[in-house]
């Protein structure tokens, strides 16, 4: 082979490495959405194709290589390195970096909980890490995602939350249930990770429109977390079954759960390696509060410029208290339902409703009215004038607007 051949071929094979690992980064690191994004459909047949991409990007700079030594004259072996590893740090950051950065918990054992006695310990860190997204005083104000399980009440902080995003949260009816998070959002949802009847393994996969995607290692299938249901299936696809949340704060739960438990993330000090406790320290105080709490809640942009298309109906950052009855999805701020008397009856995809706000707790809770009459009071367990009424499962606690019109483009606001 002439030194111009070898040449001609070791480029051509580094133009395509390179392509392809940029490939990886640009549509499966969701960090370079920052600069630039890429259709939905596009970044999902990436996905799919991912493999096969990543396949060819080894093969391709493997050839470069072996170019390299036997025609040591194509280039100095520093710029050899400087590309290798340019390359290397794209297909890590696409096809790696989600799961090292956000192992899951979703295993019966794996994920750990302490009783509200012992939390105020491991809140208390909350505080110190530049979390005061709310204005913190102190534990008590700390915002917790309350799941009633058959194990008793579960408290979850968005703190704790941010890495993994995926924690095991006991079983409901029976039925395994999964904490699902994303900071993005500020939403977390409970869900039983089965579709059609077969168990998910739910792992982190990207961020599309400011809202965690997740996946299943059984399938491969992509799973937007405010929708449920995997990308293949379409927009009629079955979704998994969510249990009813809602948030309050952490001095809300213990006055009304004494013997329930809080989630603390232990994985940084589970580890034995101090590079690994130092890498999940780095990514969760220091990437993720900064994604989440400086460009989240901080500014009146999108921490991800990737929706462009807003409702000036609201605030773009304004919290609601978003759910939907079929087709039919409607939001709620607490101010509005304050204004209301804290209790609002109504109907939503003809189903009666009853919408309400605890002051005093700081909680909002939806319940199903089945009993044929108005509800005139109630409180955040249930208990009406009418008896013992069931919470909504599909409300999302105090998730930002611009996200929720984002994907309920007919969405109504404060229907009375």
């Known amino acids: 082979m002439t030194v111009i051949t070898a040449k001609w071929l070791f480029w051509t094979l580094m133009l395509i490495a390179q392509g392809l690992a940029f490939l990886m980064f640009k549509d499966l690191a969701d960090i370079s959405q920052w600069v630039v994004q890429s259709s939905r459909d596009f970044t999902m047949s990436v996905w799919y194709s991912r493999w096969p991409i990543f396949t060819a990007t080894v093969l391709a700079i493997l050839g470069c290589l072996v170019l390299w030594w036997r025609q040591r004259d194509i280039l100095s072996a520093k710029w050899l390195a400087l590309l290798t590893l340019l390359c290397v740090i794209n297909v890590y950051s696409g096809i790696a970096n ?74 409901v009816g029976g039925e395994d249930v999964v904490m699902t998070y994303c900071g993005l959002t500020n939403m977390g949802i409970a869900y039983s990770p089965v579709l059609e009847g077969k168990p998910l393994q739910l792992r982190v996969m990207t961020q599309l429109k400011n809202n965690l995607v ?110 939907n009855v079929g087709d039919d999805t409607v939001a709620y701020t607490k101010q509005f339902i304050a204004e209301e008397g804290g209790l609002i009856n109504v109907q939503v995809g003809g189903q009666p409703l009853v919408v309400f706000y605890d002051a005093a707790r700081d909680g909002v809770a939806v319940f199903y009215n089945n009993t044929g009459q108005a509800i005139h009071s109630v409180d955040l367990f249930g208990h009406s004038n009418q008896g013992q009424l069931q919470r909504l499962e599909t409300l999302k606690s105090g998730i930002f607007w611009f996200i929720w019109y984002e994907f309920n483009r007919g969405t109504d606001v404060n229907r009375v």
């Open 98 to 171: 989600p799961f090292l950065m956000f192992r899951p918990q979703q295993g019966a054992d794996e994920a750990q909980f302490v009783s509200v006695k012992e939390a105020p310990a491991y809140l208390e860190t909350m505080l110190y890490a530049s979390y005061e997204k709310a204005g913190f005083d102190g534990v008590d104000d700390i915002s917790v995602i309350v799941l009633e399980t058959d194990q008793g009440a579960r408290a979850y902080t968005d703190y704790y939350l941010l890495q993994p995003h995926v924690v095991n949260a006991g079983t």
């Open 214 to 323: 997740m996946w299943d290692t059984h399938s491969g299938e992509p799973i937007q977390q405010i929708w449920g249901r995997t990308e293949g299936s379409g927009n009629n696809g079955a979704a998994m079954k969510e249990w009813p949340t809602l948030r309050m704060p952490f001095g809300t739960f213990r006055e009304m759960y004494p013997d329930g438990l809080v989630f603390v993330n232990g994985i940084e000090q589970a580890s034995g390696n101090f590079l690994v406790r130092l890498w999940d320290k780095l990514v969760r105080d220091g990437m993720m509060l900064h994604a989440v709490k400086t460009l989240q809640w901080q500014t009146d942009e999108p921490a991800f410029p990737t929706i462009t298309e807003f409702d000036d109906r609201l605030p773009n950052k304004k919290l609601v208290w978003a759910f």
